[in-house]
């Protein structure tokens, strides 16, 4: 269970990113969180994994509260929560299983991966990660030679190499073309089915989010404006979280229509 | 089901799982035992009798001690007349370089000039580069006799290779459209370098100039060395003869004026590069 | 930008004109000076290639061989960790940002050849004074190069390594050290390239290498010899260039 309680978050300059969110994201659900950008969804994931300070409220993920957790047991959080970018944030001039073995560090002493020194168990953690996006064969490939959507799936088996119990994903597919889009979505529901992962995932696209989400929530200027499940949203809601009505720029497919 | 029967389900699932083999890395192997190679070959073959190396901290603490714990003002104006001299051979010297190496570095540009022309000077200004200032300060030094004038020639010929081939090369980078339009616009090839090339790579040259001043203040400081000028010679005099006082005044000196012109030319040669800033609004 | 041309003429003229605060700039003085029968020119015209089999240089390269190849890996190795606390993303915190920062400027003010005479002061002459000087001049150049090229890196993998639970030392491995590591090699090859050509001076001072030898023929008036011993460290140095720009090239 992720509980937000009055949740709010302040950018230096007095920007308000995130302005009194209470939220329960019960374990195991597939949420989707939408709005324009600058509408706080970044902010919003990042509290999660504490990347973004509170400056007011709490959030709770299990019984941990990650305003009041020490330099390691944060650290530790952050290893149960895994982590997935836009820009998919891989080392271009490592191979692809070193870019998933990141996501082992929390898990190995410290002196041992300093060296570099990882044991077959984790090695062998990292393939099976690898394996769950279908990509096992490119593990000795260097990362920049690897197409956009493969590099987010190895950004995915990163993230899953964690062994976590949450996923978060930062506008996954926004660099990725409509039918990529689709496959590492599909990924993404994939964990979140098969692995039990409660899962958080920024989209730009209602369509998307309608398609795969359990539910859905909507950000408008750091304010919650809708939570409910994906067929709920019609176009009133849209006008809610946008501010405007639906166009073709709304969606993936070209038809504008929900 | 309980989480050792999961791990169990999940080891049989992946039994016989395929997975690629690790590449060797030759050339990290490679490098790895050259670089080791090189330093124990180079470490024991040595005459360097290094059962003198743990005497090092100590002495050089020692001589510290001796430079900065009893300064005195008194060497103050001493120490600033022979570093601005040493300021002075640098900045001459560069201009000299600038000066020479300037038409060399058209001849030497692949885009401006011919073949011949772009092989014969990039060789010309190869020799220079490779031949440190303290050299050309030895050799000159007969002919000019002891002062800054030999250490001045000595900077400006050694910097000429260098300032030539990088100048060279920012040449050979600019943007080929301005050259092709005064082409077209039947323009001789002295214009074409004169009005399309100039232009474009005037400020990284000069921004070069002046890094290369930066870098001779550090060559000028210690020609003295060798009796070509500024404030080297009070450096190895005074550490000749152990007057540690006057020494350690010289060094903060060098040390001082060198990251204060460090930073005024890195101010200056950003804002060359960036272009004028668009003049205030009133 | 009218007045800085101007205070840059007037500083020109300032430290070029024959007065007191002038080194005495004579373009007359160097024609006249350069056409006059002198012994390095005369020697010029003589060079003796023959210096370059004698023992005395062959043992002078040697020396200024290991002295290059010693600081420079060891230089280079020390300047990594260096090169992290220099930059505001690697430094622990600010305190030792500082630290490094101050320490670093002062290392990289205090030319090569005034380490050596430190160092020579310290421990009397040989090859030691020579490879501690090269040690701290390479210690300046890597560190300062390569912490530049830290802060130029992606920050998207750092990112990613904190969101992942990794230590401060663990995202420096995992994000950090992989994205500079071309550049840091080649810094280091071009370090050694540097150290080469600065190792051919130390011997002025008395602290080693083929300086030495060129800094013997010149007390006794050979300059034929001196010449010949130059060539022979123009081919090493430019022949050591060539295959280092090579492997940069592949690196990069």
Redesign the interface.
């Known amino acids: 269970m992720i509980r937000f309680t009055q949740a709010s978050v302040t950018y230096p300059g007095g920007v308000t990113a995130l302005d009194d969110i209470s939220l329960d994201i019960p374990d195991g659900q597939f949420v989707v969180i939408v709005g324009l950008s600058g509408a706080g969804k970044s902010t919003l994931i990042r509290t999660v994994?504490g990347?973004v300070p509170l400056a007011g409220g709490t959030v709770h993920v299990g019984e941990r509260e990650v305003g009041g957790l020490s330099r390691r047991q944060l650290?530790?959080?952050?290893?149960?929560?895994?982590?997935i970018?836009q820009?998919?944030?891989?080392?271009?001039?490592?191979t692809v299983l070193?870019n998933v073995?990141?996501?082992r560090?929390?898990r190995v002493p410290?002196w041992r991966?300093?060296l570099?020194w990882w044991g077959r168990d984790e090695v062998?953690r990292a393939?099976?990660a690898l394996?769950i996006v279908e990509i096992?064969?490119?593990?000795?490939v260097r990362a920049a030679n690897l197409s956009g959507g493969q590099q987010q799936r190895v950004?995915i088996a990163?993230?899953l190499a964690?062994e976590p119990t949450v996923l978060?994903a930062d506008e996954p597919v926004a660099s990725l073309d409509p039918p990529t889009s689709r496959t590492v979505m599909r990924y993404l529901q994939k964990a979140n089915r098969d692995l039990g992962i409660t899962t958080l995932v920024n989209l730009h696209f209602l369509d998307l989010a309608r398609e795969y989400a359990d539910r859905i929530i909507g950000l408008r200027a750091g304010k919650l404006v809708f939570d409910g499940p994906g067929s709920a949203v019609d176009e009133g809601v849209f006008e809610q979280i946008y501010g405007r009505s639906l166009t073709a720029d709304d969606v993936l497919e070209a038809e504008a229509t929900l | 089901m309980s989480g050792t029967e999961t791990q169990r389900v999940a080891d049989e699932r992946f039994r016989d799982a395929v997975r690629p083999e690790k590449p060797f890395n030759w050339f990290r192997l490679t490098v790895t035992v050259a670089v080791v190679a090189g330093f124990l070959g180079a470490s024991l073959s040595v005459d360097a009798r290094w059962e003198r190396l743990p005497e090092v901290p100590g002495e050089l603490w020692n001589i510290f001690g001796l430079m900065f714990g009893d300064l005195d003002l008194a060497d103050l104006p001493d120490a600033l007349d022979s570093m601005w001299e040493s300021v002075g051979i640098a900045w001459i010297g560069t201009m000299i370089a600038a000066a020479l190496s300037f038409p060399l570095a058209f001849l030497a540009a692949r885009n401006v000039s011919g073949r011949v022309s772009v092989v014969v000077t990039r060789q010309l200004l190869n020799i220079p580069r490779a031949i440190p200032e303290i050299i050309f300060a030895v050799a000159l030094i007969p002919i000019f006799g002891l002062g800054p004038l030999a250490g001045t020639v000595a900077i400006g010929l050694s910097s000429t290779g260098t300032i030539g081939k990088l100048s060279a090369e920012i040449i050979e980078g600019c943007d080929h459209g301005p050259m092709e339009a005064a082409d077209a616009a039947g323009g001789s090839k002295p214009q074409l370098v004169r009005w399309a090339v100039m232009p474009q790579v005037m400020p990284e040259i000069i921004a070069f100039w002046l890094y290369r001043f930066e870098v001779n203040i550090r060559a000028s400081a210690v020609l003295g060395v060798v009796g070509a000028g500024g404030i080297g010679t009070m450096l190895q005099q005074s550490i000749e003869f152990r007057q540690w006082a006057s020494a350690g005044m010289a060094l903060i000196v060098v040390v001082l004026v060198t990251i204060l012109i460090d930073m005024a030319s890195g101010a200056i040669r950003r804002r060359i590069i960036r272009g004028p800033r668009p003049a205030a609004q009133t | 930008m009218i007045g800085g041309l101007i205070g840059l003429v007037g500083f020109t003229v300032a430290a070029g004109a024959d007065w007191r605060y002038g080194i005495g700039f004579s373009v007359t003085e160097i024609w006249d000076g350069l056409t006059r029968s002198n012994a390095p020119m005369r020697g010029l015209a003589e060079i003796d290639l023959g210096a370059l089999t004698g023992s005395r240089a062959r043992d002078g390269f040697l020396e200024t061989l290991q002295m290059a190849v010693m600081s420079s890996i060891a230089g280079a190795l020390i300047a990594l960790p260096l090169a992290l606390f220099n930059s505001k993303l690697g430094a622990p915190n600010r305190a030792v940002y500082a630290v490094v920062k101050l320490l670093n400027n002062v290392i990289r003010a205090i030319p090569d050849l005034l380490w050596a005479l430190l160092f020579v002061a310290a421990v009397s002459i040989g090859a030691l004074p020579g490879i501690l000087a090269l040690f701290f001049f390479s210690l300046g150049v890597v560190t300062k190069l390569t912490s530049d090229t830290i802060d130029g890196i992606d920050h998207g993998p750092v990112e990613a390594a904190r969101a992942s639970g990794a230590s401060h030392p663990q995202m420096l491995r995992f994000a950090v050290l992989p994205q500079i590591l071309p550049a840091y090699t080649s810094f280091s090859m071009y370090c050694f390239e540097l150290n080469l050509r600065a190792s051919a001076v130390l011997g002025f001072v008395g602290a080693g290498g083929i300086g030495t030898v060129i800094d013997f023929y010149r007390g006794q008036g050979q300059w034929d010899r001196v010449w010949g011993v130059v060539a022979g460290f123009l081919v090493v140095v430019i022949v050591v260039e060539r295959i280092s720009a090579v492997l940069r090239k592949r690196l990069l």
């Open positions: 994994n990347l650290r530790s959080l952050r290893a149960d929560a895994g982590m970018f820009h998919y944030n891989l080392v271009n001039r490592t070193n073995l990141m996501g560090l929390n410290g991966s300093m570099g062998e393939m099976r394996e096992v064969d490119k593990a000795y950004g990163r993230a964690q978060l």
